[in-house]
């Protein structure tokens, strides 16, 4: 299977703790973009890399977040002293270059602080 | 007025009727409008893509209102599997690439 693919598919944590989910790209695709979802709500834009270089990033990602990409394939997304509100669905998705807004995303990781 | 605005539903249907979802956006500048799909506890997939006036693609039709600035997604000859929720996506009007997705369409077809 040569689709996004995104480690762990559930993560539960205590909060205060730090976790780092990880995201593998299709191969081919040189932009790479995170996003949250909760319950009822459809994603939320978090950031977005073109190859290594993270280009943008939402006001949604407060200081305890940062996220890598340092070969310019695989990310990481990593939340220092997670709170309940950060309890969510981690979305990744890639996409081309030459058609950045037909995004492929990945299953995702699901965050649960209790 | 956000971005992007749906009815969050839930459509309930009978197999083979049509059903018409709308979505409404702000961004007056956008050029480009897509349908997505999300099955419970999925992933979102790319249904369709609106680039001028409309698409079509077996028994789904996206058409766009840019004067009125709202998206259409009809569904003919319902499925049972057509049940998801459908995500209206427009691309953020302050980012170079990032997505806006509405709340979302419950559909649910029934037997």
């Known amino acids: 299977d040569t689709g996004v693919s995104q480690d762990p598919r559930h993560k539960i944590t205590k909060r205060g703790q730090n976790v780092t989910f990880r995201c593998d790209p299709i191969?081919?695709?040189?932009?790479l973009y995170w996003y949250r979802q909760t319950l009822g709500q459809g994603p939320e834009f978090l950031t977005y890399?073109?190859?290594?270089?993270?280009?943008?990033k939402s006001r949604l990602l407060s200081d305890r977040f940062s996220a890598e990409r340092p070969k310019g394939s695989f990310s990481t997304l990593e939340i220092q002293r997670t709170e309940q509100g950060d309890s969510a669905m981690y979305l990744c998705?890639?996409?081309?270059?030459?058609?950045?807004?037909?995004?492929?995303f990945g299953p995702g990781t699901r965050l649960t602080v209790t | 007025r956000k971005e992007v605005e749906q009815d969050p539903g839930p459509f309930n249907v009978p197999e083979g009727a049509t059903v018409a979802f709308n979505c409404t956006y702000s961004?007056?500048?956008?050029?480009?409008f897509f349908w997505y799909r999300q099955d419970c506890r999925k992933e979102p997939k790319l249904l369709m893509s609106?680039?001028?006036s409309g698409n079509e693609d077996g028994r789904f039709t996206a058409q766009l209102n840019r004067a009125s600035q709202y998206i259409s997604l009809l569904i003919r000859d319902s499925k049972l599997s057509d049940s998801a929720t459908y995500l209206c996506?427009?691309?953020?009007?302050?980012?170079?690439?990032?997505?806006?997705f509405g709340k979302g369409t419950s559909l649910l077809v029934t037997p």
């Open positions: 998705a890639s996409s081309l270059t030459s058609s950045s807004y037909e995004q492929y």
């Open positions: 191969s081919e695709h040189n932009r």
């Open positions: 890399f073109q190859n290594e270089a993270q280009l943008e």
């Open positions: 961004n007056s500048a956008s050029q480009s």
């Open positions: 609106v680039y001028s």
């Open positions: 996506v427009v691309p953020n009007s302050n980012s170079g690439y990032a997505l806006n």
